[in-house]
């Protein structure tokens, strides 16, 4: 049930979006434990799933019988959370029982072929770690996470985070993005409507 998509926004035009020079942020950003603290509130009861700071690197782990499953960020990293979090909304039931979701993942030092496979599967995780970085107040910036390795086209890779974004909006969160999103703007106060806060020029 958890990964419907709700109807919610109406389609947005990169035309329109990109005529705004600053994105609009009238409230405080969060920190990792409030993050942590919202995430948990949502989630631990319904979905038996908890958010926890202070690991070396991320890591997901599923729920075994009465302990919940784990959804492990870096340090006390705000972004890391959202980053995390953004995985586990995506990712179906059958994938929320392995660990890390079963994704493949290659170390930094990638080849151009490498990077492209990488870059397919981040597109959507991190449109939408940008809606929640603009509900949660924070900074968002696009990641390509291969500095020692093949270059890549960098705004080739924004301009896919940000259609992946409106396309997110105009079609609908998932249910669990769409709890987690009206959670984050609650607890900040966010007055504005999240499709008024894209701006490609942030990213």
Not at 10 to 27: G, K
Not at 76 to 98: M, N, P, Q, T, Y
Request: some cysteine; glycine content about 4%.
């Amino acid at each position: 049930m958890f990964d419907r998509p709700h109807p919610l926004f109406l389609p947005l035009t990169l035309a329109f979006m990109t005529t705004a020079s600053e994105p609009v942020r009238r409230h405080n950003g969060l920190s990792y434990k409030e993050l942590i603290s919202v995430f948990n509130d949502c989630f631990l009861v319904s979905c038996h799933c908890r958010l926890q700071s202070g690991y070396p690197e991320p890591l997901y782990l599923p729920d075994k019988k009465s302990v919940p499953a784990r959804i492990c960020f870096r340090e006390d990293f705000v972004s890391s959370a959202l980053h995390e979090v953004a995985h586990w909304c995506i990712a179906g039931e059958e994938r929320r029982k392995l660990v890390d979701f079963g994704y493949w993942y290659e170390p930094d030092g990638r080849s151009v072929k490498q990077q492209k496979k990488f870059e397919s599967v981040e597109v959507k995780p991190q449109a939408l770690e940008w809606l929640f970085s603009l509900a949660a107040g924070v900074r968002f910036q696009v990641s390509l996470d291969n500095l020692s390795g093949e270059q890549s086209n960098t705004e080739a890779f924004k301009k896919a985070v940000f259609t992946e974004a409106q396309a997110m909006l105009a079609k609908g969160l998932p249910t669990r993005a769409r709890i987690f999103l009206d959670a984050l703007m609650k607890k900040t106060g966010c007055p504005d409507a999240i499709e008024t806060m894209l701006c490609y020029q942030d990213l």
